[in-house]
């Protein structure tokens, strides 16, 4: 637990990924997303700029006062210049209102556009993405970050150019009422470019830590939530808890690292233009004694100097945020860039239809290998050429050593993995060669963790088939003996799940197994599903599974003698292939392999006597007697 995963898991803690790829490369890779809303954000920015220069335009009204009506003593003559000002303030109000709402909307939709593809990459990624990434990266990468983006978008990107903008045109006017003392400005700006860019440097890295830390801490927190019940039993909360906390430090010190950054930034901004604004004071009053400056001239020159400090104040925080958002879209970015490696082929071939009567979902392994894409060099396939043949309505258990691959095996034929050897085929053709739609909606699946989703029984059950009836439903529940759910508050709309009814670990497994059998599949891959339930409640449900099974393909992993007898056939996976199959009295009697693995892993259920009943070759006879 304390070591807590990262970007993906893989890389080392605070490695600078940042480096990787530039700022401005990074934000380009916003434009797809942003083109839209372009208009409305050019609006937005010509707006806010014709706001600025309204206000940077009332100095020069201001000097103007001076200069005519108040040194000719003609206040008379004030109220053109004073209606003037009045006019340019509330024009500059009211624009910066309107710039508000052209950029709002369309930053949120931005913002929504880029959940929503992020949400639907999650779900196309395969799992050998998923078995890499903490799930507080991916969280905070598609819900908290990309508020950044829109911040960025709705204010920083308008306010980087405006006050860009207001810098060129208000030195300019600096220049055209004293070029003199204008120089001086421009000369204080020079410094500033370069500084820029030595905190464009330290600054990135910064943000891109911090929010990778904020992934951690987000993963951390769903860990302790999730797993509270083992904390608790454990004592182990306290531990978490300080791992959070050296977590919530190290995010801490980075985000005082950005602080010092943006402070030593803010100082050094704030003390060019008062070094520069005291020079010009010094040689304006000195022009004024030659006569060459109007008093007017050097108090418009100092108020449109003092308007130009928000532009340069503010450049350092629009820097930061401009680094925050590419550091968002850089995060982002490597989300959608990963691959999706297990997809629906081009022109897919369509399943061979269902015959009504007669069973079909005949599966076939052919050679199949697989080994994980990170596996070490010197270790081999976990599968290493597994034949497997299970024929239209046959049921076929797997049985191995914990951590053989059983699970893996079953996850290849609806693709949540892809061989990466020989074949698997469905009803003659190969799984690879199906729609992924199809495919998982010709094979169901139980596992043995049961997940529930934060909605009614009735949506659970009927996730993989909203098509199904009331009466599959109600045969389904049968089927699994759940039907426990009638005597919920609300029948099948209580709402089950994180946030709704809890539910004991059986009652889950049965909904999970009803959620699989509903609507008839034509494959049926159960990961022993059946693990949490009491032997009389197992008992119930494998006798109902039977009928489900006699009109179904099944393949099952098997832990327990009694699932085992189920199947009309038990393959023994062995250092990645089958080394043996057949019935499983035939095993027990033949096999040594076979039977020590059942006496070792259910030394209760394999006794004397069903060795004995198994020997003779009536498996039958021994459950009838039992
Ligand atoms: N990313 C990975 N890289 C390399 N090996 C992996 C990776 N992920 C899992 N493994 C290994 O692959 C095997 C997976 O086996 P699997 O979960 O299919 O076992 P199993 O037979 O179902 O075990 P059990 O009976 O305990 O459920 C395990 O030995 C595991 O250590």
């Known amino acids: 637990m304390s070591d807590v995963s990262h970007t993906p898991a893989t890389e080392p803690l605070n490695a600078p990924v940042a480096a990787r790829s530039s700022t401005l490369a990074n934000l380009r890779r916003l434009l797809p997303y942003v083109r839209p809303a372009l208009p409305s954000l050019i609006a937005s920015a010509i707006t806010a700029l014709i706001a600025t220069l309204c206000g940077l335009f009332i100095p020069l009204v201001i000097g103007k006062i001076i200069d005519g009506p108040i040194a000719a003593k003609d206040f008379s003559a004030l109220w053109g210049p004073g209606l003037l000002m009045v006019a340019l303030g509330v024009l500059e109000a009211a624009l910066f209102g309107i710039r508000r709402v052209l950029s709002s909307r369309p930053t949120m939709r931005v913002e929504a556009k880029m959940r929503q593809d992020i949400y639907c990459r999650l779900q196309s990624l395969p799992m050998s993405f998923h078995d890499k990434w903490s799930s507080g990266q991916l969280l905070s990468r598609a819900v908290s970050d990309l508020s950044r983006i829109r911040w ?21 006017i600096l220049l055209s009422l004293a070029w003199q003392l204008g120089l001086i400005f421009v000369g204080a700006a020079l410094p500033l470019v370069v500084l820029c860019i030595f905190f464009e ?3 990135r890295l910064l943000a891109r830590r911090s929010q990778d830390q904020v992934g951690d801490l987000a993963t951390i927190v769903e860990e302790s939530v999730l797993g509270i019940r083992i904390l608790k039993s454990f004592g182990r909360s306290a531990h978490l808890g300080r791992v959070f906390l050296t977590q919530a430090a190290q995010l801490r010190s980075t985000e005082l690292a950005k602080v ?13 233009p008062e070094i520069a604004i005291a020079l010009a004071l010094f040689f304006g009053v000195q022009l004024i004694a030659d006569g060459t400056m109007s008093a007017g001239t050097l108090t418009a020159f100092f108020a449109v100097a003092v308007m130009l400090r928000w532009p340069v104040d503010s450049i350092g925080w629009l820097l930061a945020m401009l680094n925050d958002a590419a550091a968002t879209s850089q995060r ?3 989300v959608m860039d990963a691959e999706i490696t297990v997809q629906s082929p081009g022109t897919p071939v369509p399943l061979p239809p269902k015959h009504s009567g007669a069973p079909s979902g005949e599966v076939r392994f052919e050679d199949v290998r697989f ?15 597994v034949t497997l043949h299970l024929h239209a309505g046959q049921t076929v258990a797997v049985v191995g050593a914990t951590g053989s691959g059983k699970t893996v095996l079953t996850s290849l034929v609806n693709r949540l993995y892809d061989v990466t050897g020989g074949r698997i085929t469905l009803d003659g053709v190969d799984v690879r060669e199906l729609s992924l739609p199809d495919l998982r909606s010709a094979v169901s699946v139980a596992f043995e963790e049961p997940t529930l989703f934060s909605a009614s029984v009735r949506e659970n059950v009927t996730l993989g088939r909203p098509d199904s009836t009331e009466d599959d439903v109600l045969q389904a529940l049968s089927v699994a003996q759940a039907d426990f759910v009638h005597d919920l508050p609300w029948g099948l709309d209580t709402r089950i799940g994180e946030q709704g009814m809890s539910l004991s670990g059986g009652q889950r497994q049965r909904l999970a197994l009803a959620r699989a059998v509903v609507g008839d599949p034509r494959v049926l891959v159960l990961d022993d599903p059946l693990s949490a ?26 832990h327990r003698a009694s699932t085992v007898m189920m199947a009309d056939q038990v393959a023994l996976l062995v250092d990645g292939a089958i080394t043996a199959i057949g019935p499983h009295s035939h095993l027990l009697a033949t096999v040594p392999a076979y039977r020590k693995l059942l006496t070792t892993t259910m030394p209760d259920e394999v006794d004397e006597w069903s060795l004995a009943t198994a020997a003779s070759g009536s498996i039958e006879l021994a459950e009838e007697q039992r």
């Open 260 to 272: 010092r950054v943006i402070a030593v930034w803010w100082s050094v901004i704030t003390l060019l």
């Open 533 to 558: 339930l009491d032997i009389h409640t197992e008992a119930a449900v494998e006798a109902a599974l039977r009928n489900v099974l006699a009109r179904t393909t099944c393949l099952m992993v098997a």
């Open 332 to 334: 982002y970015f490597e």
């Open 201 to 203: 440097n330290n600054y």
């Open 152 to 172: 960025f978008l709705a204010f920083g990107f308008i306010f980087l150019f405006v006050n860009l903008v207001t810098l060129v045109v208000g030195v300019l």
């Open 371 to 385: 080994r994980f894409a990170d596996a070490k060099p010197e270790s081999p396939d976990l599968l290493r050429g």
